[in-house]
């Protein structure tokens, strides 16, 4: 069964921190990983990993994945209190046609002015 | 664009109520999906769609029902709610093709009393 775990489910920081947020896999045939910020409603896309080694950078955000051994980090630099959100990282299995994305508990991050 | 929207936001029932959400989109996705969304459960899928007229169940189908009569819109339907039931429900879609994100509605957040 295909599986996607983060850690840690909840962080608590100040203003100005950087943050590791961790997401592991286990997934049949996979293809990519994404990663969605939510904070108050829907989850709006952040990044999509499909190589190995290849760092992903939107701003203070960046993102990364190891495909041997099946993780991705999520790094948020001079974290601001608008950072506060839950991290959710999904899998899309290969062979992918419309179906499931697989996605992890999330990451809830409150960042404390 | 007003990209994926979800009908109603709010919505109690008692238990053995029926009820039905409706999600429509306007980015011509062909896919469609219904997820819930449970405190520290992340989100898991319920049914979803690969074209009009097609639907297929996902992770959690039990207790729902739905339709793809049109391709802008995705209705998910509770035939006698439960208790069980209580939870946020997102809709998203996207287009075709192995790497492409899904966008989400605000979520409808549904009690079942």
């Known amino acids: 069964e295909d599986k996607v775990v983060q850690s840690p489910l909840s962080l608590v920081v100040h203003e100005g921190d950087t943050v590791t947020l961790n997401c592991s896999y286990e997934v049949t045939n996979f293809r990519s990983l994404l990663w969605y910020k939510q904070e108050k409603k829907a989850p709006t896309f952040l990044f999509m990993l499909t190589s190995s080694g290849i760092e992903k950078k939107s701003g203070r955000l960046s993102s990364i994945l190891d495909k041997k051994e099946l993780f991705s980090i999520l790094n948020i630099t001079a974290t601001q209190t608008g950072d506060s959100a839950i991290y959710l990282c999904?899998?899309?299995?290969?062979?992918?046609?419309?179906?499931?994305?697989?996605f992890g508990p999330g990451t809830r991050l409150s960042v404390l002015p | 664009n007003a990209g994926v929207t979800q009908t109603p936001k709010f919505r109690v029932l008692k238990t053995g109520q029926s009820m039905t959400l409706l999600c429509a989109q306007d980015?011509?996705?062909?896919?469609m999906y219904w997820y819930r969304q449970d405190p520290g459960m992340g989100l898991r899928l319920i049914h979803y769609s690969v074209g009009e007229g097609t639907t297929a169940k996902g992770e959690v189908p039990d207790g729902y029902n739905v339709s793809r009569l049109k391709k802008q819109n995705f209705l998910l339907g509770l035939e006698s709610a439960a208790p069980s039931q209580t939870s946020v429900y997102f809709c998203?879609?996207?287009?075709?093709?192995?790497?492409?994100?899904?966008?989400f509605g605000p979520g409808t957040r549904l009690t079942v009393l």
């Open positions: 999904a899998v899309a299995p290969a062979g992918y046609s419309g179906q499931n994305f697989v």
């Open positions: 980015m011509n996705h062909e896919y």
């Open positions: 998203a879609s996207r287009s075709g093709g192995a790497y492409n994100e899904q966008f």
